[in-house]
């Protein structure tokens, strides 16, 4: 059991390009999530989805898109990155009805330069 | 709309001493209240939770939290610290039907030799 893995670790971008993170579980939870964890401001929910096929929007929603084509798999994208971006992302997932109970990967560190 | 809040961004204490993190929620709705601990560099990870069954919660490594709906708090306690405890601890709320969490901002626990 891999759990959740996210795929790259470290990317450095310069602005404007564009670029995909790939979250991945093989626990076969319904609920995915993206975050993203910035210095004092612990995380703020990017986008999440409750089932394959269904994306919505969480709180910090702007400048990224996402796809959950397979259970398995949820996507981050960034279409022209920003120096705002600039951040740890963090890829979670859990039970519909364990939403407490969520299952971290071991992030992404993104630079936008 | 659900809010989370911790008290103190940085807390100290020695190895041995009483382990305090403050937190205080806001919530329309029951909350589901849990706490995560992420070691340096390292994705979350669920210490404990809250989901109105008993309201001393025990977890992990030592730690319970006491959810008192009067106060709107749910504290994080350790009788004792260790110096492994030293980490970074997030209080988080959820709506129980929405399948979203709030996270505070994060407290981060020093222990001194």
């Known amino acids: 059991n891999a759990g959740v893995t996210q795929t790259p670790k470290f990317r450095v971008l310069k602005t404007g390009q564009s670029m995909t993170l790939l979250c991945a579980q093989d626990m076969n939870h319904e609920y995915m999530y993206w975050y993203r964890q910035d210095p004092g401001m612990g995380l703020r929910l990017i986008h999440y989805s409750v089932g394959e096929g269904t994306t919505a929007k969480g709180e910090v929603p702007d400048g990224y898109n996402v796809s959950r084509l397979k259970k398995q798999n949820f996507l981050l994208g960034l279409e022209s990155a920003a120096p705002s971006q600039t951040s740890v992302y963090f890829c979670a997932s859990s039970y519909p009805n364990r939403v407490y109970e969520q299952y971290f990967g071991p992030g992404t560190r993104l630079t936008v330069t | 709309a659900q809010s989370v809040t911790q008290l103190g961004s940085h807390v100290s204490v020695s190895e041995g001493a009483l382990v305090l993190l403050r937190c205080n929620y806001s919530?329309?709705?029951?909350?589901?209240l849990f706490w995560y601990v992420q070691y340096p560099n390292q994705g979350l990870q669920l210490l404990l939770k809250?989901?109105?069954?008993?309201?001393l919660v025990k977890g992990i490594n030592g730690f319970e939290a006491e959810f008192k709906k009067s106060e709107t708090s749910f504290h994080l306690t350790k009788p004792s610290a260790h110096m492994s405890d030293a980490a970074e601890y997030f209080c988080?709320?959820?709506?129980?039907?929405?399948?979203?969490?709030?996270f505070g901002d994060g407290t981060t626990l020093t222990v001194k030799p």
């Open positions: 919530s329309s709705v029951p909350p589901y």
């Open positions: 988080a709320v959820s709506d129980r039907n929405a399948g979203k969490s709030t």
């Open positions: 809250y989901t109105s069954a008993a309201t």
